[in-house]
């Protein structure tokens, strides 16, 4: 049995782009949030850039 193969179908099917983590290495993927990726297993976390301001906007008034 070869796990490189089960991974490699389901990362191209399901997901186009994962990050690995730097940590933990090949095989241990970043859960995507909204405005971080962050590992599971070692609890590394990394924010993502954002081009707009960093605020929310809320249509206040
Ligand atoms: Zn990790």
Redesign the pocket.
């Not at 983590?21 to 933990?24: N, T």
């Not at 297993?41 to 590394?44: A, F, I, L, T, V």
């Given at each position: 049995m070869q796990k490189r193969e089960l991974y490699k179908l389901e990362g191209e099917k399901v997901v186009r782009e994962r990050r690995y983590?730097?940590?933990?290495g090949p095989g241990?993927f970043?859960a995507e949030h909204e405005d971080r990726l962050s590992?599971g297993?070692?609890?590394?976390t990394e924010f993502k850039k954002k081009q707009t301001g960093k605020e929310e906007k809320k249509g206040g008034r």
């Open positions: 983590c730097p940590r933990c241990v970043l590992c297993r070692c609890g590394y």
